[in-house]
């Protein structure tokens, strides 16, 4: 039984950086695709990025390529997502999920992920 856990989020300014974890103090997140999605004001969830089990494969959504990178830090058995030149269009709730499914052909598909983190707010702002 997965049970996320979130850190990392917050208020910065247009082009600054932030830096969200996530991690499952029981379960080894490596056989797990793991992805991090976001809900912004009155839209639907989107994918942002994720990696797959085994880190075969990795998918970007296009509006942060580039600008942000999602990792596997093994030894503490977390996820992260390094978001760099930060916009206020980046303004959401930003959730990690697990699938149990590969990545297949670097193609992310939420309806896969079946365990979620808490969400982190991130709120980019002059």
């Known amino acids: 039984q997965l049970h996320l856990v979130q850190s990392g989020g917050g208020v910065v300014q247009p082009g600054e950086s932030l830096t969200l974890s996530c991690r499952d103090h029981?379960?080894?997140?490596?056989?797990?695709?793991m992805g991090w999605f976001r809900q912004g004001p009155g839209k639907e969830r989107e994918v942002v990025s994720c990696?797959?089990?085994?880190?075969?494969?990795?998918f970007y959504a296009d509006s942060v390529k580039g600008r942000f990178t999602i990792s596997r830090e093994k030894a503490l058995n977390q996820v992260s997502l390094r978001m760099n030149s930060l916009k206020p269009e980046d303004t959401a709730v930003y959730y990690c999920?697990?699938?149990?499914?590969?990545?297949?052909?670097?193609?992310?598909?939420?309806?896969?992920?079946?365990?979620w983190g808490q969400g982190a707010q991130v709120t980019v702002s002059a």
């Open positions: 999920g697990a699938s149990p499914f590969a990545l297949l052909d670097s193609v992310c598909r939420g309806s896969d992920f079946q365990s």
């Open positions: 990696v797959g089990r085994g880190d075969d494969g990795i």
């Open positions: 029981a379960v080894t997140l490596g056989t797990y695709t």
